[in-house]
């Protein structure tokens, strides 16, 4: 079946820094999505990606959608203490059968204030 | 605030019980997936249903079974259950489509004792 290598598997990061982690696929997807998840709590939504070589923001976070549809990264940019978390990538294919997400195993980041 | 509403919260259970797990998705979102998640691990698809009809199936065990109701709402029920079926337990919604996303409840966690 599909899987999503999701790299690094955590980080441990000065507070300012700059953060980059990515996801690849051995197939393609027609939409990636990335999610934060906080401890106990459920993935919260971050950024939605519908097209090969978008490139879209919501605040200091910016993610790409692959050209080749089989990868997409996240960028954090001057990170701060409440960007502690869980960070997945997530792929989808709607239509058909195969409409179920597929997860990265989540890059887990610590930010030292 | 995703929309996606999920009780109980939490459920403190015996070993060999059974219990139901229940979901209302976001407004006008006609599929509902289950995942699994366990300590220090990622998401689990276990099932998903859209506009009342199975659609695909993950790694769900034979014990567990879920439906979809007419008014779109979701149920997961456990049965039989064991230590190891303790988990936090997401339902997410999605509306399918070409922009498709998928927004997740706060989960149900599930101590098994």
């Known amino acids: 079946g599909q899987q999503l290598n999701q790299s690094p598997q955590s980080m441990f990061i000065q507070e300012g820094e700059d953060v980059s982690m990515n996801c690849t696929s051995s197939s393609i997807f027609n939409t990636w999505l990335w999610y934060k998840q906080d401890p106990g709590e459920g993935p919260v939504l971050l950024i939605a990606l519908y097209k090969a070589g978008e490139l879209t923001s919501n605040g200091r976070l910016t993610a790409q959608f692959g050209i080749t549809r089989k990868d997409s990264f996240l960028n954090i940019s001057a990170s701060i203490p409440s960007d502690v978390g869980i960070y997945f990538c997530a792929g989808l294919n709607y239509g058909g059968s195969q409409g179920n997400l597929i997860f990265g195993k989540g890059t887990k980041l610590s930010v030292k204030p | 605030d995703s929309g996606v509403t999920q009780t109980p919260k939490h459920l403190i259970t015996a070993t060999g019980q059974r219990v139901t797990l229940r979901c209302s998705p976001r407004s006008g979102d006609l599929s509902v997936y289950w995942y699994q998640q366990s300590l220090d691990q990622g998401l689990q698809f276990l099932i998903q249903?859209?506009?009342?009809?199975?659609?695909a199936k993950g790694n769900i065990l034979e014990r567990f079974s879920a439906q979809q109701f007419p008014d779109l709402h979701s149920e997961l029920n456990l049965s039989s259950l064991e230590l190891g079926d303790s988990a936090l337990y997401f339902c997410?919604?999605?509306?399918?489509?070409?922009?498709?996303?998928?927004?997740f409840g706060e989960g149900s966690w599930l101590t098994v004792v």
């Open positions: 997410a919604s999605s509306v399918e489509g070409e922009r498709n996303t998928i927004y």
């Open positions: 249903y859209y506009n009342g009809e199975e659609r």
